[in-house]
């Protein structure tokens, strides 16, 4: 399991930073189009937009994963010691549940705009397409979280922020 882990961070971290890069490279090839040649790359900004939004989503998984992710921490030293394992496994229980209920809905959303022939302007891409990585990275978070509900020992220690 935990190498399985492992490897799914490891993907899940190289398609979100090319993504990224991706976007990146697509907006400063934009600003440049624009300044020299006063002429923008068509459909450059909706592409890097949708890139980027795909990066964010996939990033939900890899935050959890990392243990990185913002959470509250008002209730962090109510419950006593002794009861903590039992409190973290209810815990990662109620957010994978959170997560697959996201995962659910933003699958429906995905078939609602896959049926409805949706597009983006000015690309006349289906945009179901790019929002495949809602439904996606909501599940694989929420499978994290069910597998560290199951085995506390593969969640990562949280770290102190400076």
């Known amino acids: 399991m935990e190498q399985f882990l492992k490897n799914l961070l490891r993907f899940e971290t190289i398609v979100a930073g090319a993504f990224y890069t991706i976007a990146a490279a697509i907006l400063f090839a934009d600003v440049i189009s624009r300044e020299i040649f006063s002429q923008s790359i068509w459909g450059g900004q909706r592409i890097a937009v949708l890139l980027a939004n795909a990066a964010a989503l996939i990033g939900i998984a890899v935050a959890v994963a990392l243990h990185r992710h913002i959470r509250p921490s008002i209730l962090d030293n109510v419950v006593p010691e002794r009861f903590l394992p039992s409190v973290l496994r209810i815990g990662n229980l109620v957010s994978a549940a959170v997560m697959f209920a996201g995962a ?22 289906e945009i179901w397409i790019p929002q495949l990585a809602l439904p996606y990275g909501l599940a694989s978070a ?13 969640q990562p220690q949280e770290q102190e922020v400076m």
């Open 104 to 125: 659910y809905f933003g699958a429906l959303l995905v078939l609602d705009n896959k049926m409805m022939g949706f597009t983006t302007p000015p690309l006349d891409l």
């Open 142 to 154: 929420g499978l994290r979280y069910l597998i560290f509900a199951a085995k506390p020992d593969l």
